[in-house]
């Protein structure tokens, strides 16, 4: 049974760092696209990164570029995804998922492509 499963989230103030880790049991994620993605409330899940399982290939949405690197250690069978100058708005339940890739369409946003989600671990921004 392939189980992902999210960890690192926590409570931070603005400005602050974290870093989420998605590991695997089930699955090779070495041979997957992984996915990062968040839902705040009252608002609908969103693409965040992503990595791509060749060559690396990184992708971040307009919001979180710049503050936020998501990488991969094969060794560790780990995605990571490192996240700085947190801001408010970042407050949000973040999930991890994987994907075979290439995608259809290649848009790593499509939630469609995901064929196995994490149960989401929240990030807290106090005030």
């Known amino acids: 049974q392939v189980q992902l499963v999210e960890s690192g989230g926590g409570l931070v103030q603005p400005g602050g760092s974290l870093r989420l880790s998605c590991s695997g049991s089930?699955?090779?994620?070495?041979?997957?696209?992984i996915g990062w993605f968040r839902q705040a409330p009252g608002k609908e899940r969103e693409g965040v990164s992503c990595i791509s399982p060749s060559d690396g290939s990184t992708y971040y949405s307009d919001s979180v570029k710049g503050r936020f690197t998501v990488s991969r250690d094969n060794d560790k069978k780990t995605v990571y995804l490192q996240m700085q100058s947190l801001k408010p708005e970042d407050t949000a339940v973040y999930y991890c998922a994987a994907g075979l890739w290439p995608f259809l369409d290649y848009d790593w946003t499509d939630q469609d492509e995901y064929n196995y989600w994490g149960q989401g671990t929240q990030v807290t921004l106090s005030a």
């Open positions: 089930g699955i090779n994620l070495d041979n997957y696209a």
